[in-house]
């Protein structure tokens, strides 16, 4: 099974700075990587999938990149509604993995 | 527009087989590429992933939990069906159900399952 471990645990940071998230795996998962945010009592939302396409109506100031076994999500400028929980996802093997998520707050 | 909403029952007891509903409109399951799975949330904890099942009747299971779970379709009543048997305290998350087409592109609002006595 791969394991996704994600840092920092948690991010606290203002409005207007940039979040920067790191997921990595234990083997090579590709490009196979997805970045979901979850905010208090809702569902996760697909942010980004396969490293760098973001999702239908996701802003652009979220961005992904990596490869092989290190990504990052970037948040270019830190918006209020972007506190939440961030999991990185990964759908190179089975089973599917997640990591176990990073917390942004926003001060 | 893509929809999907889990029913079933909302406690049940330890040793009980979990019976639970997706139904989902917006997209049918005999698209090429096109999954439903589904996945748990413990509170505090990630979300974890459980089965899926794919346009060509393809299913995988988390292999940690396999000899437990079953994954069937109603194409005609666009319905995911998902047991759990054998159900134990530890099993007491949110269950979702979600639409794939390679990422989770949509997750259901799940359903609380509380296992207790």
């Known amino acids: 099974e791969i394991v996704l471990t994600q840092s920092p645990a948690t991010l606290s940071l203002s409005p207007g700075e940039r979040a920067t998230l790191s997921c990595r795996a234990s083997q090579s998962v590709s490009i196979y990587l997805a970045w979901y945010q979850q905010k208090p009592g809702q569902s996760p939302r697909l942010l980004i999938y396969?490293?760098?396409y973001r999702a239908i109506g996701i802003p652009a100031r979220f961005s992904g990149s990596g490869s092989g076994t290190d990504f990052t999500l970037t948040i270019s400028s830190l918006e209020p509604e972007d506190s939440a929980v961030y999991y990185c996802q990964q759908r190179h093997d089975w089973p599917r993995t997640f990591g176990q998520g990073s917390k942004v707050e926003i001060k | 527009q893509i929809t999907l909403k889990e029913s079933g029952p909302t406690l049940v007891k330890p040793t009980q087989t979990l019976t639970l509903t997706c139904t989902f409109s917006?997209?049918?399951?005999?698209?090429?590429?096109?999954?439903v799975g589904w996945l748990r949330q413990a509170p505090g904890k990630a979300p974890e992933w459980l089965a899926l099942l794919y346009w060509d009747d393809e299913k995988r299971y988390s292999p940690s939990l396999e000899s437990r779970l079953t994954i069937t379709k109603d194409t005609s009543e666009n319905r995911v069906v998902f047991t759990m048997t054998d159900m134990d305290p530890v099993d007491t998350a949110r269950y979702y159900c979600?639409?794939?087409?390679?990422?989770?592109?949509?997750w259901g609002p799940g359903i609380v399952v509380t296992v207790s006595s």
């Open positions: 979600a639409h794939w087409t390679g990422a989770i592109d949509l």
């Open positions: 917006g997209f049918s399951l005999t698209s090429t590429l096109v999954g």
């Open positions: 396969d490293t760098s």
